[in-house]
């Protein structure tokens, strides 16, 4: 792939992370020798580092091979997850075997990709990487595709053995793996789904608030309302019972400042890791959006020196400034979501009494392989321009229905309705051609009936369908369920 496609990629992600970037070839990593810490018993019993600081090991610290030898007297902790038993009445999940060969290269030429990192890391403590997003991009397509992967998928980590993902990170860091945590989490991806990492970024609790209040906040179309247990003031002492109280969010379009928006991506109280990836997504399709319509691009130069600085990435400002215009013709109908949910893992419970997801990995890889490559459909859909109007008594559900047809690949733009009254959500039909298959398409991921459908034909508009938002419509919807 040429230099320049390489750094139009970046163009894209500096918008997603607030980063910046020039790119190089990325060589082909190395595997260290593997030494399984091990149990007894038939598979590994979990267990984790020591609380050590990440950074505390010097040009001295041993390899890592030879450090973890060393570790097999560490005790597994206690589960952290809810521990589900097989049924008595099902038959038992056979025992996850390390995996001794790596899996295959996707092959994704024209696809440049990108690991985007959450942490927990404080100085001095033990920290996971609790948000694995990976955004696959392809430059010459102008598509891009997010890929949440769950932090209790149980992989095998090289040099290692059978652990979570979400500890890949800090043992590199910890034992001093080549690339460090940034190297070891990579290579846990390519041997076990063939999935070869370029570059990756990585940003804690403290800087995701910066980088949002930095951006003066974030609208986010939440679609879905959520309720989950919040700090009343993040002042408060989080150990102290009395200083929480559940908080709603949703539906509508809410703007949230750092505390919020981390809070909104981060909190699984009441729900799940899966739910959480979703939100996760939410908040990077949103802070993608603020930063076009802020006219970021202008202020790309002090952004980068206010925020490089809680951001930990392999990449630069470089020629950053010079490419960021491409990033002006993407939108949120160019972006594609997945997830690693549903039938490509398997809940398991481990020896030790934790609860893991079992990866079906050839699931994963033909999942993967799609969301690297170029969608027909998507392109098809983007070529269909629809307006959105709110004609209903609800602020903002003119973004949940657009966001909702972004999410399917569709292209949107928006224009006042009428009147704020309408009972009745509907979609007009303005083509010439009326399509009945491609307007039941639009219906379905409406979730709207045939009724809603009203036949104006019309060849003189640049606008194909027009959707009218009344009282009646249901923002919710599942975004796993819209990927074109």
Same mark, same amino acid.
């Given at each position: 792939?040429?230099?320049?496609?390489?750094?139009?990629? =970046?163009?894209? &992600?500096?918008?997603?992370?607030?980063?910046?970037?020039?790119?190089?070839?990325?060589?082909?990593?190395?595997?260290?020798?593997?030494?399984?810490?091990?149990?007894?018993?038939?598979?590994?019993?979990?267990?984790?580092?020591?609380?050590?600081?990440?950074?505390?090991?010097?040009?001295?610290?041993?390899?890592?091979?030879?450090? =973890?030898?060393?570790?097999?007297?560490?005790?597994?902790?206690?589960?952290?997850?809810?521990?589900?038993?097989?049924?008595?009445?099902?038959?038992?999940?056979?025992?996850?075997?390390?995996?001794?060969?790596?899996?295959?290269?996707? !092959?994704?030429?024209?696809?440049?990709?990108?690991?985007?990192?959450?942490?927990?890391?404080?100085?001095?403590?033990?920290?996971?990487?609790?948000? +694995?997003?990976?955004?696959?991009?392809?430059?010459?397509?102008?598509?891009?595709? =997010?890929?949440?992967?769950?932090?209790?998928?149980?992989?095998?980590?090289?040099?290692?053995? &059978?652990?979570?993902?979400?500890?890949?990170?800090?043992?590199?860091?910890?034992?001093?793996?080549?690339?460090?945590?940034?190297?070891?989490?990579?290579?846990?991806?390519?041997?076990?789904?063939?999935?070869?990492?370029?570059?990756?970024?990585?940003?804690?609790? !403290?800087?995701?608030?910066?980088?949002?209040?930095?951006?003066?906040?974030?609208?986010?179309?939440?679609?879905?309302?959520?309720?989950?247990?919040?700090?009343?003031?993040?002042?408060?002492?989080?150990?102290?019972?009395?200083?929480?109280?559940?908080?709603?969010?949703?539906?509508?379009?809410?703007?949230?400042?750092? !505390?919020?928006?981390?809070?909104?991506?981060?909190?699984?109280?009441?729900?799940?890791?899966?739910?959480?990836?979703?939100?996760?997504?939410?908040?990077?399709?949103?802070?993608?959006?603020?930063?076009?319509?802020?006219?970021?691009?202008?202020?790309?130069?002090?952004?980068?020196?206010? =925020?490089?600085?809680? +951001?930990?990435?392999?990449?630069? &400002?470089?020629? +950053?400034?010079?490419?960021?215009?491409?990033?002006?013709?993407?939108?949120?109908?160019?972006?594609?979501?997945?997830?690693?949910?549903?039938?490509?893992?398997?809940?398991?419970?481990?020896?030790?009494?934790?609860?893991?997801?079992?990866?079906?990995?050839?699931?994963?890889?033909?999942?993967?392989?799609?969301?690297?490559?170029?969608?027909?459909?998507?392109?098809?859909?983007?070529?269909?321009?629809?307006?959105?109007?709110?004609?209903?008594?609800?602020?903002?559900?003119?973004?949940?229905?657009?966001?909702? &047809?972004?999410?399917?690949?569709?292209?949107?733009?928006?224009?006042?309705?009428?009147?704020?009254?309408?009972?009745?959500?509907?979609?007009?039909?303005?083509?010439?051609?009326?399509?009945?298959?491609?307007?039941?398409?639009?219906?379905?991921?409406?979730?709207?009936?045939?009724?809603?459908?009203?036949?104006?034909?019309?060849?003189?508009?640049?606008?194909?369908?027009?959707? +009218?938002?009344?009282?009646?419509?249901?923002?919710?919807?599942?975004?796993?369920?819209?990927?074109?």
């Amino acid at each position: 792939m040429n230099k320049l496609l390489r750094n139009s990629a =970046l163009g894209l &992600l500096a918008f997603l992370l607030a980063a910046c970037s020039a790119l190089e070839a990325t060589p082909e990593p190395t595997y260290l020798p593997y030494v399984f810490v091990t149990a007894a018993g038939p598979s590994p019993t979990p267990f984790q580092p020591g609380e050590l600081s990440p950074f505390a090991a010097s040009q001295s610290t041993p390899q890592a091979a030879t450090v =973890l030898q060393a570790t097999a007297t560490i005790p597994p902790p206690q589960p952290t997850a809810t521990a589900f038993p097989t049924p008595t009445n099902q038959p038992a999940q056979p025992t996850p075997a390390v995996m001794e060969v790596p899996q295959p290269l996707i !092959d994704a030429p024209e696809t440049i990709t990108f690991l985007l990192l959450g942490s927990d890391l404080r100085p001095g403590s033990s920290y996971r990487t609790d948000t +694995i997003v990976i955004a696959a991009v392809r430059p010459r397509d102008g598509q891009v595709s =997010l890929i949440s992967v769950p932090r209790d998928l149980w992989v095998t980590i090289p040099s290692v053995g &059978l652990q979570r993902i979400n500890t890949a990170y800090q043992y590199g860091e910890i034992y001093g793996y080549a690339g460090g945590g940034p190297g070891l989490l990579k290579d846990t991806l390519q041997f076990n789904f063939g999935l070869q990492i370029d570059h990756t970024a990585m940003v804690d609790f !403290d800087g995701f608030r910066r980088i949002v209040d930095t951006l003066g906040g974030v609208q986010v179309p939440v679609y879905c309302p959520y309720t989950d247990w919040r700090l009343i003031s993040p002042n408060l002492d989080p150990e102290n019972e009395n200083n929480w109280a559940l908080y709603t969010a949703g539906p509508g379009l809410i703007h949230m400042d750092g !505390d919020l928006a981390l809070w909104y991506a981060r909190s699984r109280q009441k729900s799940n890791d899966f739910d959480r990836g979703r939100r996760q997504q939410e908040v990077l399709r949103a802070l993608y959006g603020q930063m076009l319509t802020t006219n970021a691009i202008a202020n790309i130069p002090q952004l980068y020196t206010d =925020l490089s600085g809680s +951001i930990r990435t392999d990449l630069g &400002l470089g020629d +950053i400034l010079q490419l960021s215009p491409m990033a002006l013709n993407l939108t949120n109908a160019d972006i594609r979501s997945y997830y690693i949910a549903g039938n490509l893992i398997t809940p398991w419970t481990t020896p030790g009494g934790a609860y893991v997801l079992l990866p079906n990995t050839e699931a994963i890889q033909a999942m993967l392989a799609q969301a690297l490559s170029k969608s027909p459909r998507q392109e098809e859909r983007q070529a269909i321009r629809i307006e959105v109007q709110n004609g209903s008594a609800y602020d903002g559900w003119d973004k949940l229905a657009a966001e909702r &047809l972004n999410y399917a690949g569709y292209a949107t733009s928006f224009n006042v309705a009428d009147h704020r009254q309408h009972t009745t959500t509907l979609l007009y039909d303005l083509t010439a051609l009326q399509d009945r298959q491609a307007s039941a398409s639009l219906l379905a991921v409406l979730g709207l009936p045939p009724s809603a459908l009203v036949s104006v034909p019309n060849g003189s508009t640049e606008i194909q369908y027009a959707l +009218i938002v009344g009282n009646d419509y249901q923002p919710c919807f599942k975004p796993a369920e819209m990927t074109p």
